[in-house]
């Protein structure tokens, strides 16, 4: 099994904040997604990442993929209330998901 | 309709009771997966269809029974289940089967389990 842990669980935080969630691994990957998911609804795809030390840019988010790629990271800028949710990254060839990251960002 | 689409969205048995949940996709996709989502717990597959052909059963209990007609259809066929079973159950979609692929969900079907 491909366990993949995520960093904080939850977050709170204000409108015009930072923040950078954390997805780890002891394995690795071929590549790593990274999925928001809102209430009510399946989640979505926001970027896949697949060389190791790879940044890609989502207008305010930056994904980062370790370069040993094992790890991955989301850096949001100036949050907006339009980011809360769950954050979840993803992985693997059986499809492992991590534990998600809750996500509020308070107006 | 586009996209994935579940129904229904939401469903109360009982231990005893027999139903289907049913996804449907509008992508023209090739593969179909079933997961379920459980408080405090990552998500977890289920089954996998390549083509209309299960390539994967994670060690999912008898009780969940899962049809694939053909492509664009995946349905859930659940008896007897249990209390533990209560969950977020989604459909996804993807191309084909490959790890690379995104995956297309729908909102889910939320079980109650009595």
């Known amino acids: 099994t491909q366990l993949l842990e995520q960093s904080p669980q939850f977050l709170s935080i204000q409108e015009g904040e930072n923040l950078t969630v954390y997805c780890n691994s002891s394995s690795v990957f071929s590549s790593l997604q990274w999925y928001r998911q809102e209430p009510g609804e399946g989640p979505v795809l926001l970027v896949t990442v697949v060389t190791g030390g790879e940044v890609k840019k989502l207008k305010r988010l930056t994904f980062q993929f370790g370069d040993a790629r094992k790890d991955s990271s989301l850096h949001i800028t100036a949050a907006q209330p339009g980011d809360t949710g769950l954050y979840l990254c993803?992985?693997?060839?059986?499809?492992?998901f991590g534990t998600g990251t809750s996500l509020t960002v308070i107006p | 309709e586009t996209g994935v689409t579940q129904t229904p969205r939401h469903l109360v048995m009982g231990m005893t009771n027999k139903k289907s949940l049913k996804c449907e996709q509008h992508?023209?996709?090739?593969?179909m997966y079933w997961y379920k989502q459980s408080a405090k717990k990552p998500l977890e597959l289920m089954f996998v269809y390549n083509f209309k052909e299960q390539t994967e059963n994670n060690s999912v209990p008898s009780r969940f029974s899962p049809e694939c007609p053909n492509s664009s259809h995946l349905f859930l066929h659940l008896h007897t289940l249990q209390p533990e079973d209560s969950a977020l159950y989604l459909c996804a979609s993807s191309p084909e089967r490959a790890s690379y692929n995104e995956q297309f969900f729908g909102p889910g079907t939320r079980l109650t389990v009595l």
């Open positions: 992508l023209g996709h090739n593969a």
């Open positions: 993803a992985g693997g060839d059986q499809f492992y």
